[in-house]
T-cell receptor, first 113, second 115 residues
Framework: NAGVTQTPKFRVLKTGQSMTLLCAQD?????MYWYRQDPGMGLRLIHY???????AKGEVPDGYNVSRLKKQNFLLGLESAAPSQTSVYFC????????????FGQGTRLTVV | GNSVTQMEGPVTLSEEAFLTINCTYT??????LFWYVQYPGEGLQLLLK?????DKGSNKGFEATYRKETTSFHLEKGSVQVSDSAVYFC??????????????FGQGTILTVHP
């Protein structure tokens, strides 16, 4: 049971470089989420998706873009990385948007130098 | 918009002590409420949930009651163990409206239990 898989697990970027984080889930879930976790700030929602082909902004969307071309994948892009984007990024998915459990990936630790 | 506020941490306890982690929320309508736990180096996992007023969620000795009148969902455990050391997150999810499905977390509370 793979569940939610994030790729890569670690990455170091230089300021201005771009990259894409991949989140894949094999549970046929409709809802997917991208969060960043910073010390003292908890988890802050970047973007989320309520189904294939749809995306919505969360609390901290600036500097990020997302796509959900396939139901099982949710991509998070950084077009021009900044040191402020140094963080641990978590992806999650859930079957529905009401009271069902969200399943999390193991996280991606990104450092921008 | 929706928000979740947790008590300031970190919390340090001795084994077998009583635990309370406070959580209050602001939301429109009737959100579902959750507690998630994060062990070192791992992603979050669901600890318990409650979906309507006066519901009590429970799991592994932890409990939390959905109090709509005080907009609270405090986490409690009668006797903590060293293995309970982790970060605990309170969360809510909209039940309707334009932000349906949005899952919002509090800032997390670090719990350390000493033998």
């Amino acid at each position: 049971n793979a569940g939610v898989t994030q790729t890569p697990k670690f990455r170091v970027l230089k300021t201005g470089q771009s990259m894409t984080l991949l989140c894949a889930q094999d549970m046929n879930h409709e809802y997917m989420y991208w969060y960043r976790q910073d010390p003292g700030m908890g988890l802050r929602l970047i973007h989320y998706s309520v189904g294939e082909g749809t995306t919505a902004k969360g609390e901290v969307p600036d500097g990020y873009n997302v796509s959900r071309l396939k139901k099982q994948n949710f991509l998070l892009g950084l077009e021009s990385a900044a040191p402020s984007q140094t963080s641990v990024y978590f992806c999650a998915s859930s079957p529905t948007g009401d009271n069902t459990e969200a399943f999390f990936g193991q996280g991606t630790r990104l450092t921008v130098v | 918009g929706n928000s979740v506020t947790q008590m300031e941490g970190p919390v340090t306890l001795s084994e077998e002590a009583f635990l309370t982690i406070n959580c209050t929320y602001t939301a429109t309508g009737y959100p579902s409420l959750f507690w998630y736990v994060q062990y070192p180096g791992e992603g979050l996992q669901l600890l318990l949930k409650a979906t309507k007023a006066d519901d009590k969620g429970s799991n592994k000795g932890f409990e939390a009651t959905y109090r709509k009148e005080t907009t609270s969902f405090h986490l409690e455990k009668g006797s903590v163990q060293v293995s309970d050391s982790a970060v605990y997150f309170c969360a809510l999810r909209n039940a309707g409206g334009t932000s349906y499905g949005k899952l919002t977390f509090g800032q997390g509370t670090i719990l350390t239990v000493h033998p």
